[in-house]
């Protein structure tokens, strides 16, 4: 049996483990060679961390999307939105992988979907590897990362990243092909 790398655990969630996933995955993106970062964001604070710290390398900054808190809006500011694009950042905007239309017939008729049960299996590693599961299938969808090369990608409990793995990314199409090939950081739950 070989390590390949170690997992970090965090005593608590959210955006206090923001800046150490963030050291702790451009670290293991230098020693892998990965060239695609994606990661979650909402008013795009982590959004701009990320674009910054991962400059030239290709950045996938994944919002919520439009309507998500309010009919007509959007969460990410329109100041956040430029220092990413700046930085070289793209920015992803759209219905989440597990929350489209399934999410629609769950409110209509009080029922739950297939979507919602993956979501919630995936919850018990965390909400940020749920997170992180989700936003990848999401830019490969867009076509935003390749499917043939591993990603790093980070998602959070609420505000910030505390949770970041090396995926290969997949299709949502194509979700049972997905490949957590390591878990960096995550909070001990």
Request: glycine share 10%.
């Amino acid at each position: 049996m070989s390590e390949i790398g170690r997992t970090v655990y965090f005593t608590e969630t959210g955006v206090k483990n923001t800046d150490e996933t963030l050291k702790i995955a451009k670290a293991r993106a230098e020693q892998l060679g990965i060239k695609s970062i994606i990661v979650s964001t909402t008013s795009g604070v982590t959004g701009v961390k990320v674009a910054e710290l991962f400059k030239g390398l290709n950045v996938v900054v994944v919002t919520h999307s439009d309507g998500f808190k309010a009919p007509n809006t959007n969460e990410l500011t329109p100041e956040n939105r430029d220092k990413i694009v700046k930085a070289g950042g793209k920015i992803l905007t759209t219905t989440h992988a597990f929350g489209g239309v399934g999410r629609a017939v769950s409110r209509k008729f009080n029922t739950i979907q297939v979507d919602e049960i993956i979501a919630n299996v995936l919850k018990l590693f965390g909400q940020g590897m749920k997170v992180a599961c989700e936003i990848s299938m999401m830019a490969a969808d867009a076509g935003l990362v390749r499917v043939d090369e591993d990603a790093i990608s980070m998602g959070g409990s609420a505000k910030g990243v505390d949770t970041a793995i090396v995926v290969r990314p997949v299709y949502a199409r194509d979700l049972f092909d997905l490949k957590v090939k390591e878990i960096l950081c995550k909070p001990h739950l």
